[in-house]
């Protein structure tokens, strides 16, 4: 019987319009009324994973930044796994020598040094995913998001790098030059003690070692004397493998690429077929 559901955000819960439909909210409500313990895991920040939960009316606790940092329903911290500061300057020489774009997530928010190039980079993120979106509304919403807060903007990380007491949980790279992606996380593995992990096919994700979402997950949900063999995990690309690798019950969405399905115990519909209700109804009726 499942009596844990953890469930990935983009790609999978979330539509192409980053929305969580009808159903997925439903089957989700409807899982929590049984008693099962439902929790959020994604690579996105706090703020911004709360920000589509919020519009659902889904309240939960959530794994964000990729396990790096856990919440409870309240928003309060629970665990967090930082990375060690000077990992995150290696990071950064090796990301600068590249030239590669990337963004820091930190406890005191999410820090870009380039407000023009984020926009592009969230725009290019949701229209490469959905094509059919207009860009100039992806645009729009873009900034709003961004302005809202979601995302900061500075002049030098290295001022972030001296800031006393900072923890670091993630760099996100992004880059359409897939061989500099490449190189560089093949540099980054052989030079520094972090975890390199994709979420997509222009980005890197670099957590430490135990930011990963099966690492927190298994953690969670011994705290909650919840058997991994009792849980199930729905998600659809490679930041997901780690919960895929551990839980009783690996999903994968039906959008999610092969190699991903093919490590998977089911593949449910896409996450525009509510491939996340469907999942969820499947166990609740076994």
Same mark, same amino acid.
């Given at each position: 019987m499942i009596k844990a559901i953890a469930i990935d955000m983009d790609g999978t819960l979330l539509n192409k319009n980053q929305k969580v439909s009808k159903e997925n909210r439903e089957a989700i409500i409807a899982a929590q009324n049984k008693g099962v313990e439902v929790v959020i895991a994604?690579?996105?920040? %706090?703020?911004?994973?709360?920000?589509a939960l919020d519009e659902a009316g889904i309240t939960c606790p959530i794994i964000g930044i990729n396990g790096a940092v856990v919440l409870t329903e309240e928003g309060n911290i629970a665990a967090s796994n930082p990375m060690d500061v000077e990992n995150v300057i290696a990071a950064d020489r090796i990301l600068a020598e590249n030239d590669l774009y990337y963004e820091i997530y930190t406890s005191k928010g999410t820090f870009s040094k380039d407000f023009d190039r984020a926009v592009a980079t969230l725009v290019d993120?949701? *229209?490469?995913? $959905?094509? !059919?979106? !207009?860009?100039?509304? *992806?645009?729009?919403?873009?900034?709003?998001?961004?302005?809202?807060?979601?995302?900061?903007t500075i002049d030098s990380y290295e001022t972030l790098f001296n800031e006393p007491g900072l923890e670091f949980y993630k760099l996100l790279v992004f880059s359409p030059d897939l061989n500099k992606l490449g190189q560089a996380a093949s540099v980054l593995k052989e030079t520094v003690d972090l975890a390199v992990t994709s979420s997509g096919l222009e980005n890197l994700e670099i957590n430490s070692m135990e930011a990963q979402k099966g690492v927190a997950l298994a953690k969670y949900l011994e705290n909650k004397e919840i058997s991994l063999s009792a849980a199930m995990a729905i998600g659809d690309? %490679?930041? !997901? /493998?780690?919960?895929?690798?551990? /839980?009783?019950?690996? *999903?994968?969405?039906? $959008?999610?690429p092969a190699d991903i399905q093919k490590q998977c115990d089911h593949v449910t519909d896409t996450n525009d077929e509510n491939g996340v209700a469907n999942a969820i109804w499947k166990v609740l009726k076994d």
């Open positions: 994604t690579g996105r920040s %706090y703020s911004e994973a709360r920000f993120i949701f *229209v490469t995913a $959905n094509p !059919d979106l !207009d860009p100039l509304k *992806v645009s729009e919403r873009a900034r709003e998001r961004i302005e809202m807060g979601h995302l900061k690309n %490679y930041n !997901d /493998v780690s919960m895929f690798e551990r /839980v009783g019950r690996a *999903v994968a969405m039906g $959008n999610a």
